[in-house]
């Protein structure tokens, strides 16, 4: 029977982040942190950064999971549903329930104080933690389990990426993204039990 298994180098690369990120959030202030970070911008990391972040949006899911049915994929489409919704319920519940109304950059240091990027909105409440991180690591480390090892340091690069758009574009403080990326690989690891034992009740079937 096969196993599915989130790419290593993937899994190896996110934990090195979530690490470095938690480990620089708890040696400083976070607002500190955020205003040492936001004061390197450049135009092209405006440009960029303001359209790398849709990469971590929930609706990636949905194109997988059509794409998965169509092709009569059951078992993967489960899976990726799986995971959308347990990234929904995950972000929901801890920004609205178990961290309500933690305040985001702007409202804690100011527009004055900080660079924006132009066209961009930016939310005050519901910072911790950050739901398109959340999404990234989850819906990523998801895809990279049907994908090899160098394909799968490309998704956690995107994902890596995702995380540091939400705090260039001061969405988010670096300790909401360190808790996005936890609890994304967490929401991953989580899908591809219930992957694999879908994989094994389909065998015992046959």
Known sequence: MKTYR?????????????????LIS???????????????????????FKYV???GDGFLFVPVIVYFTYLKNFKKSLFFSFVAVLTLLVTGLSKSLIFPNIDRPLSVIGAEHLHLVEGV????????????T????????????????RTGILFCAIAI????????????????????TFLGILIALFGIRFLNFLNKKNEKTY
């Open 53 to 55: 972040t849709y990469l």
């Open 121 to 132: 909105k930016i939310h005050t409440k519901y910072s911790f933690p950050s739901g398109h």
């Open 134 to 149: 959340t999404a990234a690591f989850a819906f990523w480390a998801s895809l990279s389990v049907f994908f090899d090892r």
């Open 161 to 180: 990426l995702v995380a540091l758009s939400r705090v260039y574009l001061s969405q988010h403080f670096l300790v909401d993204v360190a808790a996005g």
């Open 26 to 48: 708890l040696a400083f202030d976070k607002t500190q942190i955020h205003i040492t970070i936001n004061s390197y911008h450049h135009p092209f990391a405006d440009y960029f």
């Open 6 to 22: 989130i790419s290593r180098p993937f899994l190896l690369i996110a934990t090195l982040f979530f690490v470095i990120t938690t």
